[in-house]
């Protein structure tokens, strides 16, 4: 039998709480920061791919952030986000949607992926992630993407994952995005365990013959 990855999360969203999932966080510190460090304005359209039932979007529209985009697999997950946000709930753009499998009308300023890429195991569906990012990132806009590290857990939710360096990260994403920063961080469970993350910031090139190649890491 084939893998079922919608009914997967829809599963896990239904028997545990948000607080119960093993990437809970409180607040997304480093993802704001390196959200902040792009110096987009509040207009910029903004997509949280995988955004579960993150606090990101609550936290980008306390910011002032007006094109926020959340885009989850489960409509469980996104609904709970729904009720939690309230009447703010009206000012997001909500997609229920594979990733791998989006189309988008619009591009966007700034891709946000934390806990989604380090999932796709198979090779055809991270050539079809990148090829989303191409067809969904403006030229010139910002791509944020967290996932285990090197070192980090090789299973998450029963499933396995692909864990990266912040080099393997751009290899997997190519010529056309340009690594600029890379931050490590150890996550805590609400279990208390450490989970190895590694945060890549990338650009998507605008003139591939003008490209640098600068990785500044902290």
């Known amino acids: 039998m084939s893998f079922n990855c919608k009914k997967h999360w829809e599963n896990v969203y239904g028997q545990k709480r948000p607080v119960e999932v093993s990437w809970y966080q409180v607040g997304p510190t480093v993802s704001l920061k390196l959200i902040a460090s792009t110096e987009i304005d509040h207009a910029a359209k903004i997509i949280d791919v995988g955004g579960g039932t993150s606090v990101l979007v609550d936290k980008l529209l306390d910011q002032g952030f007006r094109n926020v985009t959340v885009l989850d697999i489960s409509s469980k997950a996104i609904h709970y986000v729904q009720e939690r946000l309230g009447r703010r709930a009206e000012n997001v ?5 594979d990733v791998t499998e989006f189309k988008s009308s619009s591009q966007y300023d700034l891709w946000h992926d934390r806990a989604v890429f380090h999932f796709l195991t198979d090779t055809e569906d991270r050539t079809r992630y990148v090829r989303r990012l191409k067809e969904t990132v403006k ?3 910002h791509i944020v993407i967290a996932a285990f590290a090197i070192d980090g ?6 499933l396995d994952v692909e864990r990266y360096s912040p080099e393997k990260m751009k290899n997997e994403l190519g010529e056309s995005f340009e690594l600029v920063n890379s931050v490590s961080e150890v996550h805590i469970t609400p279990w208390n365990k450490d989970q190895k993350f590694i945060y890549c910031y990338f650009k998507k090139i605008i003139n591939s013959c003008n490209r640098k190649h600068h990785i500044f890491k902290s």
């Open 93 to 97: 753009c909500w997609i229920e949607a």
């Open 153 to 158: 857990p090789p299973k998450c939710s029963g």
């Open 139 to 141: 030229p010139g806009g």
